[in-house]
């Protein structure tokens, strides 16, 4: 069911079987497998999945290919709920591992927020990742094409952008080698510093050698109209049309509340094995936060893998007729 | 294009990127990932992938949870071919490794058939598995239920049979201990062995007290209507009444085409890397052939991966701006 401030107390004294952060396709995937396991299952969402952006799903088998993120999310979590799993909407703050359990701290509203602990054999990190976006004094100008044809993702909307004049954006010149995966879809490429950061020579003469055009300017904002961005106008005035744009400035890591916990990772990334255990037996990371490729379909078979293995754990213990003692 | 036998001819001189065995869900989805890689592929397929034959599929993220398995591959098959992918009903007999490429030897049609050798860089085998069903007199009082209330996957189905009166049939005794996961979901738990083999006393002992009713009479026929299996009728004419079925009969690989190469197999599941890859560098293999568990949403992340992998590998060779050349 979903919790609110008034319900949540009902689960005082309930330990969860797992407790997933996260409500993306990786944590929803996860929790409709756990709850055809009969294991009871928390899902604390803050709202917002990186998925949720994504104007049209064009690589994810079984739906047509201009569904929206946001409508798999809100299927994902209608067949969740009907599955008699639990949902917060909340922040997790931190994770204490208390050796058979995880405490999980939780806070719940952004003004007059209260916290609550819950309790739980197992949890899964499914809380992602959220990409960095080129900082504009007018950041609405930049949330106004994000997900629609400023691109995020090379692997997911190289195809969208074949043969379209197309600006990178990028955080660092290491960053902006994109390009070079992104020639294959497309010759016209302009590459935008935002007057950020240099490139060394030999960068720059690569970048030039694949015909590649380096704009150094700072960004004054995007054009366009209708969430469709047609190019960028710059701090002198001058413009620079587009047909599309692919940001590389890096992702934030939502996992700040495993840090009290020694996890191994990869970058920012966390290591699992192939049913996407952490380091840590109790810990599970499935979707964009762990080693691997941000794909929705992807996290979706992560959340399948992670709670069959606690399923498998759990049984293990607790040997068979789940069904007697929780119906 | 849907190649038929009229056409096909149009590809006597071209080498595919990738040649995909199977059309269920771990191939579309390799299939149309590779295409918006802008890879040439040629998708074979013999006809109902075992994902057909489900009637709901109950945990895949996105759906509802009562859409059928050929809801998917009907949905995928479409989007594949917008996206200009190759598709042939066809029998694949035998693939020869050139070096450099791979021959894939082809029978089209089944009557008169014709043969064809297609060329290709890389392979990936989507073939999956059929279940082994019991073998009874009159087959199709087997197909009734199959894919219905007789189900051929523990992962998948366990929930629908939650408190319910199940029979299970196996083809060896130690094929009936699917019985204990079984146990999680419901008590209620009868073993059927069709009078085709014995179970030891220690594994009896097992069964027994877990509370197993064992039935090592020969079946005559399943019992129901509408598709819902009600029970089974013994040789000696007496009636178990069941809710449920759960078959645990091994399955049938579909590799045969493989023979002739050498890869690593653990059981009859080809070993791959986290990319799909096999021991060949030039094959791949996803879904259920593989080792890993059988869930559509898992080939169908498998798929991704095989296909990133191989446009990587093509990209690393070629360079940049395939767009121009193909275009």
Redesign the interface.
Known sequence: MQLTKQTLNQRNDHVYDALVVGGG?AG??AG??L????LSTLMIDKGKARSFWMQEL????????D?PGR??LK??KE?YL?LEGDYLNAYVEEVIDEGETLAVKVRIGRQNPIYKVFRTRYLIAASGIIDHLPQLADMKNVFDYAGYNLHVCL?CD??EM??QRVGVFGSTASSLQVA??L?????HITLFTNGAFEIEDELRDRFTA?GYTINEQPIHQFLGENHQMSGVELADGSMVELDAGLVSMGSKYHADYLQGIDLEYQGGNLVTD?MNRTSHPRIFAVGDLKV??N?V??A??????AA?QI?RDI?RVE??????RV?
Chains 1, 2 share one sequence.
């Open positions: 396709a929803l995937s409709i497998y709850q055809r396991y009969l064009h690589n994810y088998l079984g739906l047509p290919p569904t409508e798999v299927q994902g067949h009907s692997i190289g195809y074949r043969d070079f995966p020639g294959w879809f497309t010759p694949a192939a691997g490729m794909q379909v992807i979706a078979a992560d959340g399948a893998n069959t399923w049984r040997g068979s007729r789940r069904s007697q119906a």
